[in-house]
């Protein structure tokens, strides 16, 4: 629903645009594949069946939600800074805080599980680098960026990890 939102109120529908989404799914997808898999670049961890339809023991949803925080942090920061990889490395440092908020609310949830039960320091570097490359990618193709909702979409996601961190 909230990708729908955005797509919507998104108004630069062009080639480079059809481009981003698409890495940034593949990209953020194929990480988590390979992270299942061979536990670079997060760690090792299993998906659990909340999260909806799998393939190759990763949820579809995932490359989704890798494209909505992109897209997200990205159109906010496009507004506030001109340098491409500043932006990209606070886009990423984001990226990774509110990860830091989802974390206990998908593990108790069973969205993902840890071996030992334990999030590695490698999740949250591993976190860094993809998003740093795909914020990269958001940077350099030239599409329209401005997205009227994407800060309250933003902010409604995060306060929805947070409160559910004070339920669960």
């Given at each position: 629903l909230t990708l729908g939102v955005m797509f919507w109120f998104h108004k630069?529908?062009?080639?480079?645009?059809l481009v981003f989404a698409a890495l940034a799914w593949f990209l953020g997808y194929g990480s988590e594949v390979m992270g299942v898999h061979t536990g670079f670049?997060?760690?090792?961890y299993n998906y659990g069946p909340?999260?909806?339809i799998k393939l190759m023991e990763v949820p579809?949803?995932?490359g989704v939600n890798w494209l909505l925080l992109i897209y997200l942090t990205g159109s906010i920061l496009n507004r506030l800074i001109n340098i491409d990889w500043l932006a990209a490395s606070i886009g990423a440092i984001t990226m990774v805080s509110i990860d830091y908020a989802i974390e206990p609310v998908a593990i108790a949830l069973d969205f993902w599980s840890w071996e030992g039960g334990i999030i590695p320091l490698s999740n949250y570097i591993?976190?860094?680098g993809v998003a740093f490359i795909i914020h990269m990618i958001y940077r350099k193709l030239q599409f329209k960026k401005e997205n009227k909702i994407a800060v309250f979409l933003l902010a409604n996601l995060v306060a929805f990890f947070l409160i559910l961190n004070f339920i669960v």
């Amino acid at each position: 629903l909230t990708l729908g939102v955005m797509f919507w109120f998104h108004k630069d529908w062009n080639k480079n645009f059809l481009v981003f989404a698409a890495l940034a799914w593949f990209l953020g997808y194929g990480s988590e594949v390979m992270g299942v898999h061979t536990g670079f670049p997060f760690g090792n961890y299993n998906y659990g069946p909340v999260l909806g339809i799998k393939l190759m023991e990763v949820p579809l949803m995932i490359g989704v939600n890798w494209l909505l925080l992109i897209y997200l942090t990205g159109s906010i920061l496009n507004r506030l800074i001109n340098i491409d990889w500043l932006a990209a490395s606070i886009g990423a440092i984001t990226m990774v805080s509110i990860d830091y908020a989802i974390e206990p609310v998908a593990i108790a949830l069973d969205f993902w599980s840890w071996e030992g039960g334990i999030i590695p320091l490698s999740n949250y570097i591993g976190w860094f680098g993809v998003a740093f490359i795909i914020h990269m990618i958001y940077r350099k193709l030239q599409f329209k960026k401005e997205n009227k909702i994407a800060v309250f979409l933003l902010a409604n996601l995060v306060a929805f990890f947070l409160i559910l961190n004070f339920i669960v």
